[in-house]
Structures are given as C-alpha cells and as structure tokens.
Nanobody, 119 residues
Framework: QVQLVESGGGLVQAGGSLRLSCAAS????????MGWYRQAPGNQRDLVAS???????NYVDSVKGRFTISRDNAKNTVYLQMSSLKPEDTGVYYC?????????????WGQGTQVTVSS
C-alpha cells in the first residue's frame, strides 16, 4: 500500500508561481515514475508532468518552459514548480506514483490539491 500526501496548492494571480509537493510513504518500489495530473471541472484527469526514478522527465506541451518537475528519491518526494501561471492551469492537481508489477502498471493517487489561477 502506498500513501501520497500533496501540499502547496492555493489561489494565485495570473503570472504568479506555486510549488506543489507530494510525499510518498508505504511499500514503494525503488523503480517508479511519479507525476502530476490535472483535472479541471467537467474534464478528465490529464498528465501534466512526470519524472522517473532515474530522472527522465516528460511534460505536456502547454506547460513546457513554465513548469519544472523534480524529485528527491531519499525523501520519496516529488515537486512541481509552476511559474507564469495562466487561468487555464486551474484545476485539482493529483500526485501519481506508478510502478510496473508483473508487466502491468499499478497506480497510486493522492487526494488532490486545488490550484486556482485568477485573471
């Protein structure tokens, strides 16, 4: 069982910055991918950024150059530094940890943290 606890959401004006954190605990495989997903009202939950345990990163095009994902493997924590925020970045941000078990993905999710960007 894996527990993910997010923090750092809030209300910010367009052009501002926020930093999200997600701490993982429990039965964590050393090889994993951690990421952040965003869900706006009425929309599906979409990937924003991910980072492997080896440090490889992946970003959705809309956040490239504005968001930076990083992780501290010793602390089992992933961060999302968000800059130049836009109103369309508004949504609930969910932390995700994915491992491969017997060839199949196993996902764990945090409870979500609200990010609201006002224009």
């Amino acid at each position: 069982q894996v527990q993910l606890v997010e923090s750092g959401g809030g209300l910010v004006q367009a052009g501002g910055s926020l930093r999200l954190s997600c701490a993982a605990s429990g039965n964590i495989f050393s090889i994993n991918t951690m990421g952040w997903y965003r869900q706006a009202p009425g929309n599906q939950r979409d990937l924003v950024a991910s980072i492997s345990s080896g440090g490889s990163t992946n970003y959705v095009d809309s956040v490239k150059g504005r968001f930076t994902i990083s992780r501290d493997n010793a602390k089992n924590t992933v961060y999302l530094q968000m800059s130049s925020l836009k109103p369309e970045d508004t949504g609930v941000y969910y932390c995700n940890l994915r491992v491969i078990v017997n060839g199949l993905p196993r996902n764990s999710w945090g409870q979500g943290t609200q990010v609201t960007v006002s224009s």
